[in-house]
């Protein structure tokens, strides 16, 4: 039920009319950000990179709903497409997937670089929660002097567990797949070029990253890339202050994976009996019903100090 009506209960609140950037990869595909100024400004500059999750895009609801938010609170925000996602699919010769931590790394220079000055914060959802998390890991103690923290919502740590608790909700299961594969046909479209891929009808979410993820990406098949693009094994490395939150009730995302970490001291770890999958309805304590996000706003102000970044 968290799951459902948190999706359906989109809320109105919209970022206003934003701004976009394209930010260049090694290999010359190109990230679309989209860019919400502050909507008051309080002589305390912050940005905000927000990471959407599978299937999602910078019009995502909770994407829009946080960018809202916290530009009110004074922060610049940026949602950023995962690569091929949303109106980047035509940038890209290549499709997101959880290992793209190296894309989040690349847009973090190019802000560290464009705002010298200015901290910076990531926050992600579901698997842009993961892909987040990896990021961290992999910086371990040289994160960049602008990075001042990462926030995470029902990242899912460890998609090895995650894919077997999806198989068990064929009509979860059933969505994913029919946007990726619906994804994939429009991606073939502006790309003719590259390999065509046929999917068989009534696949799983598994059987498609067996037949296409994990063999575009490198990889030996689906358990492969699940083992290798987990961030489970990457949050003890992490030094970034760090959130994490997540429920014992998510349809998607196994909880084991979580109780059985020792996070380091940068990461605070919460488990919530009830949220569902990114639902978390309730009271926060400020007259709405996001208590999770209220969480992720609150945490943030906190983190990111107002001084510049030296």
Known sequence: MQTILGNLLVGRARPRRS?????????????????????????????ALLLHGLGGCHRSAYMER?????????????????RAAGAGIKLARRLYNAACSDDVRAV???????????????????LGGSIALKYAGELGAQAPAALRAVATLAPPIDLVRCCELLA??????????????????????????????DF????????????????????????????RASSQRWVAHIHVPTFI????DDPFIAVAPFEE???????ELHITEHGGHVGFLGPDGAGGIRWAETQLVNWLQKQVASRPVC
Request: aromatic share 12%; glycine share 6%; net charge positive.
């Open 168 to 197: 068990r909700y064929p009509l979860y299961d059933t969505y994913y797949r029919h946007h990726l594969v619906r994804h994939v046909e429009q991606h073939q479209r502006h790309f003719p070029d590259l390999p065509r891929v």
């Open 200 to 227: 068989p009808p009534g696949m799983t979410l598994r059987q498609f990253d067996e037949i296409y993820t994990a063999p575009r990406g490198g990889y030996a098949d689906a358990l492969d890339y699940y083992r």
């Open 66 to 82: 946080m960018a809202h938010r916290l530009s009110g609170l004074g922060w610049r925000v940026f949602r950023m497409e995962l």
């Open 19 to 47: 701004g976009k950037r394209l930010v260049p990869l090694p290999d010359g595909d190109k990230i679309v950000l989209f860019e919400t100024p502050p909507r008051r400004s309080d002589g305390q500059e912050r940005i």
């Open 261 to 267: 970490l020792t996070p380091p001291p940068a990461v």
């Open 245 to 248: 939150l997540t429920s014992r």
């Open 108 to 126: 973090v220079e190019y802000l560290a670089t464009a705002f010298p000055t200015v901290p910076l914060a990531v926050a992600g959802y579901s």
